[in-house]
């Protein structure tokens, strides 16, 4: 590849041989807890990220000491759906090889921190012999696709899950890089015989998400992806899709041409041409996708650049589906269902809430030890779903009870933890694995919350659903300007608040305070909850209050968020 206009990893991508570049050597190197920097950027494609703990970054330069380098390995679990031998699986890793937690992602996936370079090929073996694996967690490919968890329809979930594995499967790298480097699979003879049919030898000009959604809970969160399958049911059946394109939450602070942004719905499609309506779109932002400037290169931008019709029109051409009219659908809200719900077959489910999606044993509430008990009943199975959370599944009536006695033991039911604003937040890792963390968010979230409930019921309304997200930097990985209360991450303890998105993840919150520390944002809130207390309309949520009062400024498109 000569085009010097193209990214480095562009180049990093093409000179590869399908993802291999010299990581079988990097390994065995046991000279340094790192690999090499171009590698760094391929194995994110095998789901794994080069970190290194920042608590300790500069004490270990002080001392001359290489950084505190570790891995973060990201599984790739289509619709967040595991049985309790596989969870029981991952527990035991989480243990031998992590840092004795399993974190639950904002995309119905786990990951592990802190496994060292000398332990990932034996951690990575040991996933796939629980029947999982990380093939593409991470990259210039589909990630993880998610499919909505809640099983209150769950003939329709059962089908649509189904459908975000066949597209998880279609979607795939066909390189057998993986297999050769972690599982000693046999090496094919020669790279150059191995075809990429759908991504070609340099896979995407960046990261793309997909996933399906079931109206009314939007708990998957369709418009900030750049994929989505809005199911449309009429009599319990599925009669088709909704498809949604070019959403992304990523920004830069400070560069206004980069910007959060919600899906367009392109139009209506039938179940039968889910598969190439989603090929259509990957090979469509593969071959116009921006490769000069990774902060440029997400399918949002070429939507905008080339306007959607054009994008519609590309896409019926290469799939040779006509969109037809969009159907009509509506959603309600952008979280998960806590606690018992029946489903229509009998089974029981139990959503429970995971604090910022760490599974893990601090003092008396035990998650980790709490969920490996009840995985060893063997009689349920578990759903991780799209806000960190973790559904006990299809649980028998004979063991409910045992259940909620098991949760009362390790101190992990939902009552002992949650306000209903802890119940609707959601936080990203940042610190300390994070490389790109600029301000805590998991660690600090639910003390600022402990607070905010505070603030909240002296208005009266501790009762009150509202979204709160927070993120350690503009990536937005919590989805934050999709949360009625969004933060995100400026500097050491600073935030930009944003306020004014939709319950139901319809629309952007706007910049309300920018770079403000734990006492501006509070002092910023309390008129806002004061008044919001009095004069909203009833069952008004905050975030429609917000510019229903012209509080804030309504956003009607992502690339208008940073106007004022
Ligand atoms: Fe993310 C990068 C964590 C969901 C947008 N994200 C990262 C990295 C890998 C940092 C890095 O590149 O070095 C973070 C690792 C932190 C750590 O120590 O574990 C990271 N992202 C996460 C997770 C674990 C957040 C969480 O608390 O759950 C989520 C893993 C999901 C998964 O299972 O695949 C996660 N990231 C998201 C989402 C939400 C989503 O997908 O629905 C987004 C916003 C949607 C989007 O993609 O636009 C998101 N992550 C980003 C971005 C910004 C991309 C952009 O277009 O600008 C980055 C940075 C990048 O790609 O350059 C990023
Ligand atoms: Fe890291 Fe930023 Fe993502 Fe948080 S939002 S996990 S700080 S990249």
Redesign the pocket.
Known sequence: MTDTNLTEVEHIKADSRHLRGTLVDGLRDTLTGAIAAPDTQLS?FHGI?Q?DDRDIRSERKRQKLEPAYSF?I??R?PGGLLTTSQWLSLDRIALQHANRSI?????????Y?GVVKRDLKQTIAEINQSTLDTIA??GDVN??V?SPPLPALSGVHRQVQAQAEKLSERLMPRSRAYHEIWLDGKKVESSQNEVEPIYGDTYLP??F?A?FVIPPQND??VY???LGFITIVKDGEIVGYNVTAG??????HGETD?Y?RLGDVLGFILPEHVLQVAEAVVTTQRDYGDRTN??H??L?YTIDDRGVDWFRAEVEKRSGVAFETAAKFSFVANGDVYGWQKDDVGAWHYGLFVQ??RISDVDERRLLSGIRAIARLHSCEFRLT?N?NLIISKVADSDKASIDALLAEYGIENSAQASPLRLNS?????F??????MAE??RYLPSLVDKLDAQLASHGLQNEPITIRM?G???????PYIAEIGLVGKGPGRYTLFLGAGFAGERLGAPYLDNANEAEIMAALDPLFADFGKRRDPSEHFGDFLVRTGTVREVTAGRNIHDS
Request: one cysteine or more; charged letters at 25%.
């Open positions: 994110k990220y970190q973060m990201r599984g679990i974190r639950l992602t904002t995309r119905q996936a786990v990951q921190h967690a991470c990630r993880n998610m960046r990261k998400k996933t998957v969160d900030s992806q750049d959403g992304g939450m990523g920004m830069t980069t959060p990774r902060k290169a997400r949002k910022g999606g799209p960190q959601m936080a990203c890792v940042a300390p694995t994070c490389g790109l963390a968010s998991e993120t930097c503009p990536n937005g990985c919590a989805r």
